[in-house]
């Protein structure tokens, strides 16, 4: 086969799993099998490598098989399978494009500045051993990449699929439904915002710079393929300094002074291959520091003119586009936000208190939650109620964007297992429906001062209507009216019954979360089978 073909195979192979893991998080039917979930996912490093540090099933391989592969192949995860990546070669393909009309040179070599990747990747590896993830999670590039998607381009899909979802209803049709669009703060924007600027500048102005500067992932695949058994070299012979090759290496590691190929720092994107007319650049068999042997003298590299400063202004405009699409989707999604239930006349006052936050099920505590979390937001695009959003301060700054459970906003179905089923390393780990219905991730609690019951004299019984497991039922108060009852026992923390409350500011009932998950006891069979009192207001 032809080394040319090289570039246009790594290309499909990469368009492909970006297509693959993108459609991951803007999944609006929440369909997507776990096993197919599992494929997509088995070869993106951190997730695996999270895995396979608590021994949890056959995609925690995932990482050695990355690993095998930049054995042989080199860095090909960064140019093929790394979404942030193929991300970053789209806005330099733009950012080239624009150059190449004013007839501007797209790159040149860069010294390396190694010092930078191995201390970030020592930092974020010491943290990780010390039971801190935070670190890796602010630098992983699938996190990364699932925050720029699940938050700033999921809106943008939603408010799509909702003007076309009105649009075939007023023609009568019905064969696309409204999705609804919750976000508890809108600041949780910020990060993915500010990462996705920094990257369509670096991108536009510098190539793989986040790779081979700041990602983690990047440096220690560098390190492996140093030792690759095929790389990327220049014939002595054949070379004549024409610097095509350099000029389309977007790691810019191509030296022609010395016609060395930095090979730590090139992503195997074959670029440089088609770009030279005498075929003097190719992948070949080579192992070890041997390959050095092949550099031929020193030879001065033909001068080519300064790159304007104006160039500048390509990032700048692709950042702005990139804006204004985000507002236009946020915009559009929060159309489809849905509303919730009528609220009492008078503001409640005692506020709310909770000892802990809620983490999802399957997470075991909050503490196991943070220790494998990488806030890629997997399990925040897929929920189907929206009751999981990123957390700012509620965990504290160690849990910063991970998942917890917003009753204001929603609440967890008592069926659903979704969660469980796309996270990518296990911090929510998959539950049988069976157990999920008997898992306390919270334990309700009652201010009977904030009740409308209580406050207004007003019938009502929403959290008792919405609870799942009886553990709030309805008993006789003043004046024929009924007042809720708890039995923390039954509760799993659902958080029904605090989304369903009607007062405001201050629910009248809410969950506090549980550090450590529990077990529930069971409702007895008769407070199942309980009838619903004639009477009852709803």
């Not at 990747?117 to 990364?144: I, K, N």
């Not at 350099?246 to 088609?274: G, H, Y």
Request: proline residues 7%.
């Amino acid at each position: 086969m032809s080394q040319r073909l090289l570039k246009p195979l790594r290309v499909g192979l990469a368009l492909a799993v970006f297509v693959a893991t993108a459609a991951l998080f803007l999944d609006l039917t929440g369909r997507a099998p776990g096993a197919v979930v599992d494929v997509v996912l088995y070869v993106q490093p951190t997730p695996s490598l999270v895995r396979f540090a608590g021994a949890l099933g056959w995609a925690a391989a995932g990482f050695l098989v990355v690993l095998l592969v930049t054995l042989v192949f080199g860095r090909v995860f960064c140019s093929t399978l790394c979404p942030l990546g193929t991300l970053q070669d789209a806005v330099i393909r733009l950012g080239i494009w624009g150059r190449v009309r004013r007839r501007r040179l797209p790159f040149r070599y860069r010294h390396p500045r190694r010092l930078i990747g191995y201390g970030l990747l020592a930092g974020v590896a010491a943290a990780a051993l010390g039971g801190l993830l935070l670190p890796l999670a602010q630098l992983d590039p699938f996190s990364h990449f699932g925050r720029i998607v699940g938050l700033l381009a999921r809106p943008l899909a939603i408010g799509l699929n909702n003007l076309v979802a009105r649009a075939l209803e007023a023609a009568g049709s019905y064969a696309l439904a409204p999705v609804s669009f919750v976000l508890e703060r809108w600041e949780v924007l910020l990060a993915p915002l500010a990462v996705l600027g920094l990257l369509v500048w670096m991108a536009a102005r510098h190539g793989r710079l986040f790779c081979n500067s700041l990602c983690p992932v990047g440096t220690l695949l560098g390190l492996v393929g140093r030792f690759a058994l095929l790389r990327i070299a220049i014939d002595q012979a054949r070379c004549d300094l024409c610097a095509r090759c350099s000029m389309r290496c977007k790691a810019q590691c191509i030296d022609l002074r010395t016609k060395r190929v930095d090979f730590e720092r090139c992503v195997a994107c074959f670029n440089c291959i088609p770009a030279c007319p005498e075929a003097g650049i190719g992948y070949r068999l080579a192992w070890g520091r041997r390959a050095e042997a092949s550099a031929g003298p020193l030879v001065v590299e033909r001068e080519r003119p300064e790159e304007p400063s104006g160039a500048e202004s390509d990032g700048r405009r692709g950042f702005l586009r990139a804006g204004l699409w985000l507002a236009g989707g946020v915009g559009l999604g929060v159309l489809a936000r849905a509303e919730g239930p009528p609220q009492n006349k008078r503001p409640t006052e005692i506020p709310v208190v909770r000892t802990h936050p809620v983490a999802p099920p399957g997470a075991g505590s909050i503490r196991a939650l943070h220790a494998a979390c990488t806030a890629c937001q997997l399990c925040v695009s897929a929920c189907p109620t929206g009751v999981l959003q990123p957390a700012l301060m509620t965990y504290g700054a160690r849990g910063l964007l991970n998942p917890h459970l917003a009753f204001e906003l929603a609440y967890c179905t008592f069926e659903c297992i979704r969660c469980g089923e796309v996270c990518p390393t296990h911090a929510i780990r998959p539950l049988s429906r069976e157990v999920k219905k008997t898992t306390r991730i919270g334990t309700v609690r009652f201010i009977e001062q904030n009740c409308v019951v209580v406050a207004e004299k007003t019938d009502c019984g929403a959290c008792a209507e919405h609870c799942p497991t009886r553990a709030v039922s309805m008993i006789p108060h003043e004046d024929g009216l009924t007042i809720p009852e708890l039995q923390p026992a039954w509760c799993i923390g659902c958080g029904a019954c605090e989304y369903a409350c009607p007062v405001r500011p201050h629910r009248a009932i809410y969950v506090d979360g549980e550090p450590e998950h529990q077990v529930a006891e069971l409702a007895p069979i008769e407070a199942l089978e309980q009838a619903v009192p004639a009477d009852f207001p709803f």
